[in-house]
């Protein structure tokens, strides 16, 4: 009890000395009048060079949603800020480097607060003032004992980070102030001395004031109670005070010895647990009897300052901190969101958190729920499909496709899953629009090597549904599979000499291989062709085949030429192109790149009417030959040169007029 009187003596007469009445101020090295402060790196009267400020603004645009790093903060850093430019849906988060989350860590968002790490406490600020447009932010003095790593958890545009802090450079000087407090500051509303023979002149005029409380129960200087009064020794300083110093003030007159201050108990803890503070009760009593007198009996300028004491310095309960619930994982339909659960305790105005198992007689909040901010849109059909925009061949039919929210309105597109979205409008065939023979080009290749042989190509005829029937709507007219070629006469012996297999009649599925056979001497440097009887004595090797070539697949198809829309001057002609499967039935499998044309220009030649004595009509009866529209054939064309002539200008006409 001694020491904690003596020192509350001491503290009473230092600010008594330092407060003096020119208005004078002490500076950061304890000489009154001194204009020297602490620079931003902690040196008394430093100019700043012993430090480098680190500052800069993250202002990455981002694009996945999720932790981003923003800054390193190193080892050493003091006067850490981290501060978003302005408020917005996203957060800020800390961890350090071995991996432990400091603030907002697992997806799940803490409370404003006061958080350990790194060495230093961080407040952690979030301003919810609907007005207030100031982001979050993370405050610490520092300095951190490891590397720390700050992340923003993105969920909408980055509005920017300014972050900053302050390392020791190699030049610099080791702060001269303990860290705690800087000299002349006040502590707990007194200034600490720091001048050893001032402290024992003063506790000398004061040691009676021991005697009178004898009675009282020691009080002992525990390091806890020196960490509340950080008095520094004598040694580390000048052992006497400038000459500059104001002497001491002059006591106060001594007032009856009979009464004197004395403890009667403390104040009420502040707290039940956790580590809280009370103060002595000083009353004025008498010397003798120890009953309390009124306060204007003792000394008012020796009434000790009461000293904040500990009490109840048991840890409180554990306790669930329950953090806020992130936002939903969907914006809408059925979501999931997290929040944080931490096993805290307070401790001395300061809640740690703790090992799980300290809360395990309490019941563990979820960490995870579900959520839903709305149901979803989705898509409804609103008609059935029209028509096909054809009377043949290849059209398209539409219907009505909405999205339609949960009560109903037709709302916009993106608001329902466009991957879900149904098909409003679609191809629609209504079959061939004319009877014609369809017809694949002829094969590259002549079946035999050297003599005749043949090209072949495919024919079908095309009506409302496929067919490979010749006579089945498309008429007796079915254009020749087969063409003869010659690449040049064969030379030898006799013997049989077989020319080289044709392509295979088909380009997929079975089809049959043809050869040219024949009967050939060969001379020296000529192939003489003999009768086949010539050869009877040799086997005939066979003149077809069958052959495969692969399944079967699409191909194109496509009719003849129509009669050229001009006689004269430039016209065109058209023929139809059909894709068809193995089945003959129409597929969209074709390679578009190999599509036959289905326009061509002809008859560009200039128009000169010419008149041919010549053509006559040797039949009365050639009005029937055009009316059957028999002038396109060789044989009535001349018979009947006369009205098929006739015929084919006012077409010629008619067309050129369009």
Partial sequence: ????????????????????????????????????????????????????????????????????????????????????????????????????????????????GKYEGGGTMFTYKRPNEISSTAGESFLAEGPTNEILDVYMIHQQPNPGVHYEYVIMGTNAISPQVPPHRRPGEPFNGQLVTEDRSQEEGEAKGRNEKKEDLRGEAPETFTSESAQTFPVRHPERFSPRRPDTLVPPAPQPPRRSRDHNWKQLGTTECSTTCGKGSQYPIFRCVHRSTHEEAPESYCDSSMKPTPEEEPCNIFPCPAFWDIGEWSECSKTCGLGMQHRQVLCRQVYANRSLTVQPYRCQHLEKPETTSTCQLKICSEWQIR???????????????????????????????????????????????????????????????????????????????????????????????????????????????????????????????????QREVICVRKNADTFEVLDPSECSFLEKPPSQQSCHLKPCGAKWFS????????????????????????????????????????????????????????????????????????????????????????????????????
Avoid at 40 to 56: E, F, L, M, P
Avoid at 486 to 507: A, L, M, R, Y
Avoid at 603 to 617: A, F, I, L
Wanted: glycine residues 8%; charged residues 20%; proline residues 4%.
């Fill in 383 to 513: 008609t059935d499909w029209t028509s096909c925009s054809v009377p043949c061949g290849v059209g398209q039919r539409t219907r009505d496709v909405k999205c339609v929210s949960n009560i109903g309105d037709v709302v916009d597109d993106e608001e329902c899953n466009m991957k879900l979205r149904p098909n409003d409008i679609e191809n629609c065939d209504m079959g061939p629009c004319a009877k014609s023979w369809f017809l694949t080009e002829w094969s590259e290749r002549c079946s035999a090597e050297c003599g005749a042989g043949v090209r072949t190509r495919s024919v079908v005829c095309m009506t409302n549904h496929v067919s490979s029937l010749p006579l089945e709507g498309c008429g007796n007219n079915r254009p020749a599979e087969a063409t003869p070629c010659d690449n040049g006469p064969c030379t030898g012996k006799v013997e049989w000499f077989t020319g080289s297999w044709s392509q295979c009649s088909i380009e997929c599925g079975s089809g049959t291989q």
């Fill in 559 to 658: 009719t003849e030429w129509s009669m050229c829309s001009k006689s004269c001057q430039g016209g065109f002609r058209v023929r139809e192109v059909r894709c068809l499967s193995d089945d003959m039935a129409l597929s969209n499998l074709c390679d578009p790149q190999l599509k036959p044309e289905e326009r061509e220009s002809c008859n560009p030649q200039d128009c000169v009417p010419e008149v041919d004595e010549n053509c006559k009509d040797k039949y009365y009866n050639c009005n029937v030959v055009v009316q059957a529209r028999l002038c396109v054939y060789n044989y009535y064309k001349t018979a009947c040169c006369a009205s098929c002539t006739r015929v084919a200008n006012r077409q010629t006409g008619f067309l050129g007029s369009r």
């Fill in 1 to 112: 009890m001694f020491v904690s009187y003596l020192i509350l003596t001491l503290l009473h007469v230092q600010t008594a000395v330092l407060a003096r009445p020119g208005g004078e101020n002490i500076g950061c090295d304890d000489y009154l009048g001194s204009d020297k402060v602490v620079d931003k790196c902690g040196v008394c009267g430093g100019d700043n060079t012993g430090c480098q400020v680190v500052s800069g603004v993250f202002k990455h645009a981002l694009t996945s949603l999720g932790y981003h790093r923003v800054v390193e903060i190193p080892q050493g850093a003091t006067k850490i800020n981290i501060t978003e430019m302005y408020k917005s849906n996203n957060y800020l988060a800390l961890r350090s480097r071995s991996g432990r989350s400091i603030i907002n860590g697992n997806w799940a968002i803490d409370r404003p």
